[in-house]
């Protein structure tokens, strides 16, 4: 549904999930906007979908040409070779793509990356289930990965309070939902993550602030190698 100045309304042809429509794959589920990824300066767009593949999840980027019509896109799945960690197994429930948020360039490619949420991933220790995590991916211009993309755990350390259980018996699901914003006017991203809930915390829920470059509160994993 589109807006039009004046308040009248139109309505766009729907957008179907390129591999097919899916049920219970929640295509649309979150959105993010990559500027013009491919540099041919029309808009592109990340779309999660994250019950694909038994909720495994999936994002799409897709391309889309001067007229505003779809011309191409490109399928990141959540597969063993997806990030860079040592719990590389992906399994079912994990929702790679629950949340999405596009910070900008983070490897000085020229192109906009990528942060995806996987609320439904278990932690690396006993009884961190649905801990969450995030994951930083960088992009080439046709959507592929740069590398293999870095993952904010609780195997990292940066964090330690916002992953596993709650006291509450709450999972903490970090990564829940995700935004990325130039709070202070300087010209650096910070990301804001949603969780359920941290491990002191109750499930009344917390927005964890996350900075790219301040030091103040760059909680980001050291391999990340932000610019």
């Known amino acids: 549904h589109i807006g039009v100045g004046g308040g009248l309304t139109s309505f766009a042809p729907?957008?179907?999930?390129?591999?097919?429509?899916?049920?219970?794959?929640?295509?649309?589920?979150?959105?993010?906007?990559l500027g013009a990824a491919n540099g041919d300066g029309a808009?592109?767009?990340?779309?999660?979908?994250?019950?694909?593949?038994?909720?495994k999840g999936e994002v799409w980027i897709l391309f889309f040409n001067d007229g505003g019509g779809g011309a191409l896109s490109q399928l990141i799945e959540n597969s063993p070779d997806l990030l860079s960690s040592?719990?590389?197994?992906?399994?079912?429930?994990?929702?790679?793509?629950?949340s999405l948020a596009a910070p900008g360039e983070l490897d000085g490619n020229g192109t906009t990356d990528l942060v995806v949420g996987l609320p439904?991933?278990?932690?690396?220790?006993?009884?961190?289930?649905?801990a969450g995590s995030v994951a930083f991916l960088t992009l080439e211009a046709d959507g592929t990965q740069t590398r293999p993309g870095v993952e904010l755990n609780?195997?990292?350390?940066?964090?330690?309070?916002?992953?596993?259980?709650?006291?509450?018996?709450?999972?903490?699901?970090?990564?829940?939902?995700?935004?990325?914003?130039?709070?202070?006017?300087?010209g650096d991203q910070e990301i804001f993550v949603g969780a359920a809930a941290d491990r002191i915390e109750t499930s009344a829920g917390?927005?964890?602030?996350?900075?790219?470059?301040?030091?103040?509160?760059?909680?980001l994993p050291d391999a990340l190698g932000e610019k």
């Open 43 to 55: 808009g592109d767009v990340a779309v999660g979908s994250p019950g694909a593949a038994s909720a």
């Open 86 to 98: 040592a719990s590389s197994l992906r399994v079912p429930g994990e929702q790679f793509g629950a």
């Open 206 to 219: 917390i927005v964890w602030r996350l900075g790219l470059e301040d030091t103040y509160t760059d909680n």
């Open 154 to 186: 609780d195997a990292g350390g940066e964090i330690p309070t916002a992953f596993g259980l709650a006291d509450s018996g709450t999972h903490t699901e970090f990564g829940r939902a995700l935004a990325a914003l130039d709070v202070e006017g300087d």
């Open 120 to 130: 439904g991933r278990d932690g690396t220790t006993a009884g961190s289930t649905a």
């Open 14 to 33: 729907v957008i179907p999930e390129p591999s097919g429509m899916a049920s219970g794959s929640l295509f649309g589920a979150s959105m993010a906007s």
